[in-house]
């Protein structure tokens, strides 16, 4: 396991301020209330240890096929429906919904490969993830990648916390599946939006893996 880049400058700020705080706790707070120093060190310890946790990147044997639509991220699935999508479709698909929690590993990878065919980003709101209006009212990028198969619509939605919404692709990139397009930071959703009639492969309340598991087939 390693850590992600976008993890680096969360971690150095934690540590300076772990060390910080606690020589500062150290050496003004009487020696006879050494308890109390040693509750800050630890709940300090706790908050460094969740940082770097958060941005791991463990290393996983990713799952491939050209029928297979791979999920791009890990959490809960928490919407699986028909709905219509008014940004790039314009039409009626079908949308699977992840909700990624704080202690979910971060990164958001290619459900396929092809070509990035839409990329926008959009300021919102900071809704909570699972929110109804999250999907259009929140800070958002909406990417589609096409190929023979059809096109594919992930849209990262920022949540409550989430306030940082990283991607890396821009429009007519080539990508292949399971590569890194985007990153949230400390809780988010992502939204799939799939060609009407492609077989889905998760239930709804499933937990689900970015890069293994096989959100759907063609």
């Not at 699977?96 to 990035?116: A, D, K």
């Not at 999907?135 to 096409?146: D, F, H, L, Q």
């Not at 080539?174 to 799939?194: H, T």
């Amino acid at each position: 396991m390693t850590i992600h880049r976008e993890g680096y400058k969360y971690i150095i700020l934690a540590t300076i301020l772990w060390v910080a705080i606690s020589w500062t706790a150290n050496h003004f707070i009487p020696k006879e209330l050494f308890w109390i120093t040693g509750i800050i060190t630890f709940l300090l310890f706790l908050v460094w240890f969740w940082i770097v946790a958060f941005f791991r990147l463990p290393s996983r044997n990713f799952v491939h096929g050209e029928e297979k639509i791979i999920c791009p991220a890990d959490g809960k699935v928490v919407v699986i429906e028909e709905t219509y999508e008014p940004e790039y479709f314009k039409a009626n698909r079908l949308q699977i919904s992840v909700f990624m929690s704080p202690v979910n590993v971060h990164v958001n990878r290619n459900p396929v490969s092809g070509v990035i065919k839409y990329m926008k980003y959009h300021k919102g709101k900071y809704l909570v993830a699972w929110h109804p209006k999250s999907s259009t009212e929140n800070e958002r990028t909406s990417i589609v990648i096409g190929n023979d198969k059809g096109d594919i619509l992930m849209r990262q939605i920022a949540g409550a916390m989430a306030r940082r919404i990283k991607f890396y692709v821009e429009e007519n990139d080539i990508v292949k599946q399971n590569e890194e397009f985007g990153f949230i930071s400390f809780g988010s959703r992502v939204d799939v939006f799939l060609p009407l009639g492609t077989k889905i492969n998760v239930n709804i309340g499933d937990v689900v893996k970015g890069g293994i598991t096989v959100l759907a087939h063609y």
